[in-house]
């Protein structure tokens, strides 16, 4: 099993179990992680915006056409800002640190 760090809005780090094949934000909604994800994961809103720690975001896939539109929706974005109901864990991605909107990072 993989592990993921999230940043919280209060800057706590909290590092969970990330099983392999989930969306990185059914992982936070199964962790009780502040993450709305209203859609549900359908690809459109974009209440589930992270901010990935650069290094990492080097290692996910392209970002689609249809997630930069959604992504224009949503506040506080960075250059490594994504949609995490768009990243599924992977092996690849074991480690990876994400920051919630606001929350305060180091990068």
């Not at 209060?10 to 590092?15: E, V």
């Not at 970002?63 to 994504?82: N, Q, Y």
Request: charge should be negative; hydrophobic fraction near 40%; glycine fraction near 6%.
């Amino acid at each position: 099993m993989a592990k993921i760090t999230f940043i919280e809005k209060d800057g706590t780090r909290t590092k969970v179990d990330a099983p392999l094949g989930l969306s990185i934000m059914e992982i936070a909604q199964k962790n009780n992680i502040e993450m709305e994800g209203a859609c549900g994961g359908c690809l459109a809103c974009a209440t589930c915006h992270v901010s990935v720690e650069p290094d990492w975001y080097k290692k996910l896939d392209d970002i689609s056409e249809d997630e930069e539109d959604m992504l224009d929706m949503a506040f506080d974005l960075t250059k490594s800002s994504r949609l995490c109901c768009q990243v599924i864990m992977t092996e690849d991605l074991d480690g990876i640190i994400v920051a919630l909107p606001t929350a305060p990072r180091s990068w």
